[in-house]
């Protein structure tokens, strides 16, 4: 769909009050931006992003929960590679996974998390523990790593059932979303300016100042 299209559809709906069809359009742009948010929140592409997230929602985790551990996940081992974590660079080092970085020098999520699964499943449960303790795994992540032996076909199914999202399309409904915001000011600052030309007009001769003084 071209950006012109969308534009079109989106000032459609809100000059009509809003259709089912344009709050849907609405609300896939707003969360369009936000996983674009997440994403590079995470240093991450929107794919790869959503595919990891997806991977989580297959196991149960929502959206939302999904997303902010991805997020907190990136901070976690940024945070470690740049030397201001050291008890998780001890636990990696001793289970033997690597923070993994990409050419840029930022942290590969991804790829340090398949580093981690491929251990995570054979530690003992009391290792599983200091594992988790020391990266701050959420519910969600640590229900992932406990299935590291199956990540690969999670994430193949976070494509196939849709969960894994197209950044080019992710980034024309986050496009619109800043159309749709745009278009919204303007129709406040229109009736702004309409309310106030009306009230100036009505108090220009000051009739009404001086009625409200006389019933003071």
Not at 2 to 7: D, I, K, Y
Not at 69 to 95: C, H, P, W
Not at 155 to 172: C, E, H, M, R, Y
Request: glycine content about 12%; aromatic content about 4%; overall charge neutral.
């Amino acid at each position: 769909v071209g950006r012109f299209g969308l534009s079109c559809a989106a000032a459609y709906g809100l000059g009509k009050g809003g259709t089912a069809a344009a709050d849907a359009l609405k609300q896939a742009a707003r969360s369009a931006y936000d996983l674009d948010i997440s994403a590079k929140n995470a240093g991450m592409r929107v794919d790869d992003f959503s595919r990891l997230s997806g991977a989580m929602q297959i196991l149960g985790a929502d959206s939302q929960a999904a997303h902010a551990s991805v997020e907190g996940l990136f901070k976690t081992f940024n945070d470690a590679a740049a030397g201001n974590n050291s008890g998780v660079l001890a636990v990696m080092s001793q289970i033997g996974a690597q923070i993994v970085k990409n050419k840029n020098g930022t942290v590969d999520v991804l790829k340090t998390i398949e580093s981690i699964a491929r251990i995570f499943p054979g530690l003992r449960p009391e290792m599983q523990k200091t594992v988790a303790d020391a990266l701050g795994l959420t519910p969600e992540t640590l229900s992932l790593m406990r299935e590291g032996n199956r990540l690969k076909e999670l994430l193949a199914k976070s494509d196939k059932f849709g969960l894994t999202v197209d950044p080019a399309i992710n980034n024309q409904l986050t496009e619109l979303n800043q159309t749709i915001n745009e278009l919204g000011a303007a129709w406040d600052g229109l009736k702004n300016r309409t309310s106030q030309k009306v009230s100036g007009a009505v108090l220009s001769d000051g009739s009404v100042k001086d009625g409200l003084e006389g019933v003071e």
